[in-house]
């Protein structure tokens, strides 16, 4: 496989092999976090154009996992109507030739720099007044800004307690990082 073409004629042609020959396969620019997904409502398979691209010149081994994952997605809907990483997914993926298929791919530290790179944060949690920065996010946290108004910094109950605010980061309101 030398080209994202290619590497989505593969992909067609496992899914043939294993009788799932009207499945669409596509490459996509937005995922920066994933590196394919399974829509089985749409009996489509997406991969990251990034990772593709990335393991081109690497051994085929990677993307040749990320491919049986994937159709074993497929499969456990299909055949059992179950999604994630379950027992179902695991018996498809035994049965495609991944025996001790997890339910992430493991890349070399290389390659996971290229294909990932660190995001930066979308999210500060601040001082309402100073502005003294205590934490970066890249989401919100589960619950955090609902109950952002009843909790504090321990040891600093007085000057945090109804002080804390989550803001969009930008560069300026970080500085005190």
């Known amino acids: 496989m030398d080209t994202p073409e290619e590497v989505l004629q593969y992909a067609a042609t496992c899914a043939e092999a294993a009788d799932l020959a009207n499945w669409h396969f596509e490459l996509t620019n937005r995922y920066t976090s994933r590196l394919g997904t399974c829509q089985p409502r749409g009996l489509r398979i997406v991969f990251s154009r990034r990772f593709v691209e990335q393991c081109l010149p690497w051994p085929s081994p990677y ?12 499969l456990a809907y299909i055949f059992y109507r ?5 027992r179902p997914w695991r018996r498809m993926c035994a049965a495609l030739g991944l025996p001790n298929a997890r339910a992430t791919i493991s890349l070399p530290p290389d390659l996971r720099c290229a294909v990932s790179p660190r995001m930066p944060p979308r999210y500060v949690l601040c001082h309402d007044e100073s502005g003294e920065v205590y934490r970066l996010y ?40």
């Open 63 to 74: 993307l040749r996992e990320l491919i049986l994952h994937e159709l074993a997605h497929a």
């Open 138 to 177: 890249r989401r919100i946290p589960h619950g955090l800004a609902s109950t952002l108004h009843y909790r504090y910094i321990k040891g600093r109950k007085e000057e945090t307690l109804h002080h804390r605010v989550l803001r969009p980061y930008t560069p300026e309101n970080a500085a005190d990082e």
């Open 82 to 86: 179950a999604g994630g990483h379950g």
